[in-house]
């Protein structure tokens, strides 16, 4: 175990390039709260400037920065314990690329050092937990930690709906860390054999569009005789008219009720209830990255001539 101490933002970002983080683990296992895939961290990882994984930052992640402080000044006065930012970077290199930044340490517990990690839910996702646990990325994260550290045990301090917080203190356990650090170990062989992992077309979309954003000038391909690529291009024009008809019915549905409430900044209608404030608009500058032009077109037949 190597502690690192981070330089600044930029330090950070080199460091995390270089291993696959505590936030990252669980994208191996199929669980990141963020829908980051095995696919989309492999080329993250081996490009890491053009394949920097797509986090849109929601408002809920926003805030959670904001409040991480007061919810770990929360966790002190709740428990006790002496509580201290961490800014150091843990890495397990040279045996394994496997690393991370802490939120918060513990530390003069009787129980020895500790890790503090700090998120904030909404009572709704919450409520889904099953057997009132946090869900598994988190936990993947907290056991990372505690592999990089060597620390023996930590805590999930999860601030739910802003008024509830939740600790979950977990031990150091040493099947699931060794879990861990066989998928990152088998990760970062498949990047040195050049063996991507086989993509989902579904939450990888947005990866594969920036995998093959760029084209061969005047190269044609004749794919008449897959029939697979027939069924797709079927697949996607049928889903691109149903979606076409849900947006024109959303349109529509939105607009008549904007004609019922008005100028009415909030309405209740029996369970359901509408949020409709003004939003400023703004004056946006940005860069459009490459992106594929993509449509299709299909010949019609005699019979079909107009």
Known sequence: MTA??????????????????????????????????????????????????????????????????????????????????????????????????????????????????????????????QDAEPPLSYQLQIQTYLACTGRKWGCIAVLVGGNDLRLFEFERRLQTVDLIKNAVAEFWQSIADNKPPPPDFARDSATLARLYATVEPGKVVDMTDSNHLHELIWAYQQNAAYAKTAETAKRAAKAEILTLIGDAEKVICGPATISAKTVAGVDIAYHRADYRDFRVHEKKGKADAT
């Open 4 to 129: 690192i101490l981070i330089a600044d933002a930029e330090h950070w970002h080199v460091l995390r390039a270089q291993h696959v983080g505590g936030s990252e683990v669980a994208a191996l296992f199929g669980e990141h709260e963020h829908g980051l895939t095995k696919f989309g961290l492999w080329h993250a990882k081996k490009a890491p400037g053009p394949f920097a994984p797509i986090t849109r930052q929601t408002e809920r992640m926003a805030w959670g920065n904001i409040l991480e402080p007061a919810i770990a000044k929360g966790v002190a006065e709740q428990t006790g314990w002496t509580i201290r930012k961490v800014r150091t970077y843990y890495s397990m290199l040279p045996d394994l690329a496997l690393g991370g930044s802490l939120d918060y340490e513990i530390v003069a517990h009787e129980r020895g050092p500790g890790v503090l990690e700090i998120k904030t839910a909404d009572w709704l996702v919450a409520k889904g937990w």
